[in-house]
């Protein structure tokens, strides 16, 4: 199943910086719903996501602080495309592994 959304960037920093998109919560809750049982270390849920021309396979982690789900922005994907903190994006994404 695809899914879209849009959503803010914003970056969790501790040793090193990493950026993150966080799902909307409703979104968050049907992904939930669908993965019970399946869920990967931490709660994580491989997924293939997609921004703009850039596709790749990454994970969707739980967030505690958020109550959502939330997805990490290669660096890769961030340069090639153009993207920064505090940028609106759109995000396709599909579950794998199901």
Do not use: H
């Not at 869920?39 to 849920?45: D, E, K, P």
């Not at 997924?47 to 396979?57: D, F, K, L, M, N």
């Not at 505690?64 to 903190?85: D, T």
């Amino acid at each position: 199943m695809n899914y879209t959304f849009a959503g803010e960037i914003w970056i969790f920093t501790s040793e090193g910086s990493w950026y993150f998109v966080t799902l909307p919560p409703e979104l968050a809750d049907e992904i939930q719903a669908r993965c019970v049982g399946k869920t990967r270390g931490f709660g994580s849920i491989k997924v293939q996501a997609q921004i703009g021309t850039a596709s790749w396979s990454t994970s969707l982690f739980r967030d505690k602080k958020s109550a959502s789900y939330i997805l990490p922005l290669k660096k890769e994907v961030r340069l090639s495309q153009k993207l920064a903190a505090g940028q609106r994006i759109d995000v396709k994404f599909s579950l794998s592994d199901l």
